[in-house]
């Protein structure tokens, strides 16, 4: 799990496909980071509020005292983890996405909305990606010509690895690659401690600029500060916002492989 400066194109994530450039340009908020097991040591600033818990600090090391250091205290439990509940609300000029997941290391399952009367659903089980939508999200969010749309609404239809935006679709609706889309821009201060989602949780907040958004990008990022897991996540540029919220850390969930799913690469072809 990588959280990264941000310094170079953003790239959608969260199990979008080939959307429309105004919806990319709504979502840019929502960063894909390239590979890695740990997040970045990124430059921190004041010193956190004292606390005592130390579950996450390694033996010898101090409790965080930056920003950089709580960033890598909450990668460190994210990681350590086994599954999440994430509700993500994309709100923009034109409209509001919302995605509501619970991942796990290797399955994963995400109700999408792109918009009034569009639904689609993501489920990932080991390699095989699984989704389906109304003619309108096919279209729409997935990129598909209307008639392939009007002829496959309803239909669950799988991708696996190799096939055209497997990694599109997939990328969001795991524990792993869920985490990556919590960026951070510097450089980053601390915040005052506050009650975020229930907890007292550490604030930590970067600004900087990320190519295709309007402007400037505010991001806050709230750590519990008892188990040290993200709670919190906010960015806004300009009228364009992200608001992730998570939850459920641990909670197990079952996700079922639709029976008689259609090839992606198959189901466009007729």
Do not use: C
Request: aromatic share 6%; no cysteine.
């Amino acid at each position: 799990m990588t959280i990264l400066p941000e310094s170079s194109p953003a790239a959608t994530g969260r199990a979008r496909g080939p959307i429309p450039p105004v919806v990319v340009a709504a979502l840019v908020l929502a960063l894909a980071a390239a590979g890695g097991g740990a997040w970045y040591l990124l430059r921190g600033s004041a010193p956190a509020k004292p606390v005592s818990h130390t579950k996450y600090v390694q033996p010898g090391q101090l409790r965080p005292a930056t920003a950089a250091q709580w960033l890598a205290a909450a990668g460190r439990a994210a990681a350590a983890a086994t599954s999440v509940h994430i509700t993500d609300v994309d709100r923009m000029a034109h409209g509001t996405v919302t995605f509501n997941d619970d991942d796990g290391r290797t399955t994963g399952r995400q109700i999408i909305t792109p918009g009034p009367g569009m639904r689609a659903e993501v489920r990932v089980i080991g390699t095989s990606t699984y989704f389906t939508g109304n003619a309108a999200t096919l279209t729409t969010f997935f990129g598909f010509r209307a008639d392939q749309a009007a002829r496959l609404r309803g239909r669950w239809l799988v991708l696996r690895p190799g096939d055209p935006q497997y990694d599109t679709v997939t990328e969001g609706v795991t524990l792993s690659s869920a985490i990556k889309e919590l960026r951070m821009p510097t450089p980053m201060t601390l915040l005052p401690e506050q009650r975020v989602g229930g907890v007292e949780a550490v604030g930590i907040r970067g600004t900087g600029r990320v190519t295709g958004a309007p402007g400037p990008v505010t991001v806050t990022l709230w750590i519990d500060d008892t188990t040290m897991r993200p709670v919190r996540y906010e960015a806004r540029s300009g009228n364009i916002s992200e608001t992730t919220t998570l939850t459920k850390w641990n909670v197990p969930f079952t996700v079922v492989a639709p029976a008689d799913a259609l090839s992606a690469v198959a189901g466009t072809k007729a």
